[in-house]
């Protein structure tokens, strides 16, 4: 893998997580493809966890990633999940976000990377910088997250930042301590507490990027380093951007999010 910009593959090596379904198909291969680009780290393993899919899985094939079915990842699955109304339904969202939590469960480095489906990098990341971790980090959120947080952690998110941006770098000692903590506070599983946490009436009831990148921020404030995300959201595909139009883009911001999703913009809280 050859350096861009003369950045070098520092640093611990790690795994990558990407949960997708096939609807996603149109982007991931760019999604595996930018992180062979530009994540500056040594990657040792990419998983793709999804449902049993041919598509999925000749995909992984042909770019030498790895399948996990999604059934095997943890003791439910996405019909024994219950967040809907008569307009909207999150069941399979939230699911995903547990997926990515028991990530300790499926890649072998200390370190591995989530990434949504749907997200390309188009500029160099690094995740650690000695024994600090690094976050990408925006300037709002969604307020349930926070309520979810401190109903789960019995304290306020400490970080003046939302970490919701669709990758994250994640230790697997400190997860699993997340996960301790939160079934010895709830007496219970922590898939358990964190689904009962939730206010159901609510569209974005839980993030796990917030979730844990809190509980991180919490323990040593001053082993973390925020850089602002400079995240992209478009409505076109990512196969219709020429390079040209990629490089300028790439000036301004780290990465592109081909989804859409209404009413998410609700401002920090302060």
Not at 19 to 32: F, G, Y
Not at 121 to 129: E, G, K, T
């Given at each position: 893998m050859s350096a861009i910009s003369g950045l070098t593959n520092k640093g611990p090596a790690i795994?990558?997580?990407?949960?997708?379904?096939?609807?996603?198909?149109?982007?991931?291969?760019?999604?595996?493809?930018?992180?062979?680009?530009?994540?500056?780290?040594?990657?040792?393993?990419?998983?793709?966890?999804?449902?049993?899919s041919s598509k999925i899985r000749s995909l992984c094939t042909r770019k030498g990633c790895i399948f996990v079915d999604e059934t095997r990842v943890l003791p439910f699955t996405k019909k024994d999940i219950h967040y809907s109304s008569t307009r909207?339904?999150?069941?399979?969202?939230?699911?995903?976000?547990?997926?990515?939590?028991?990530?300790?469960?499926?890649?072998?480095?200390?370190?591995?990377?989530?990434?949504?489906?749907?997200?390309?990098?188009?500029?160099?990341?690094?995740?650690?910088?000695?024994?600090?971790?690094?976050?990408?980090?925006?300037?709002?959120?969604?307020?349930?997250?926070?309520?979810?947080?401190?109903?789960?952690?019995?304290?306020?998110?400490?970080?003046?930042?939302?970490?919701?941006?669709?990758?994250?770098?994640?230790?697997?000692?400190?997860?699993?301590?997340l996960k301790r903590k939160i079934e010895d506070r709830h007496g219970m599983s922590w898939h358990a507490a964190i689904i009962r946490s939730i206010d159901k009436k609510k569209q974005f009831g839980f993030s796990e990027y917030e979730t844990y990148a809190n509980y991180v921020y919490s323990g040593d404030s001053t082993s973390v380093i925020l850089k602002n995300a400079n995240n992209k959201s478009l409505k076109s595909s990512f196969a219709s951007l020429g390079k040209a139009q990629t490089l300028r883009l790439a000036r301004t911001y780290r990465s592109l999010s081909f989804h859409q999703r209404k009413g998410y913009s609700t401002p920090a809280r302060h």
């Open positions: 795994d990558v997580l990407i949960p997708a379904i096939e609807k996603d198909l149109a982007t991931l291969p760019h999604v595996i493809d930018s992180l062979r680009r530009y994540v500056r780290h040594p990657v040792s393993n990419i998983y793709i966890v999804s449902p049993n909207w339904n999150r069941s399979g969202w939230l699911y995903q976000q547990l997926l990515k939590m028991n990530g300790d469960h499926i890649c072998r480095e200390s370190f591995f990377l989530v990434i949504d489906a749907d997200t390309v990098l188009i500029r160099p990341h690094r995740f650690r910088s000695g024994n600090n971790s690094i976050f990408y980090c925006r300037s709002w959120s969604q307020p349930e997250y926070f309520r979810t947080y401190r109903k789960l952690m019995g304290a306020r998110p400490p970080s003046p930042r939302s970490f919701v941006t669709h990758y994250m770098l994640f230790e697997k000692a400190k997860l699993a301590g």
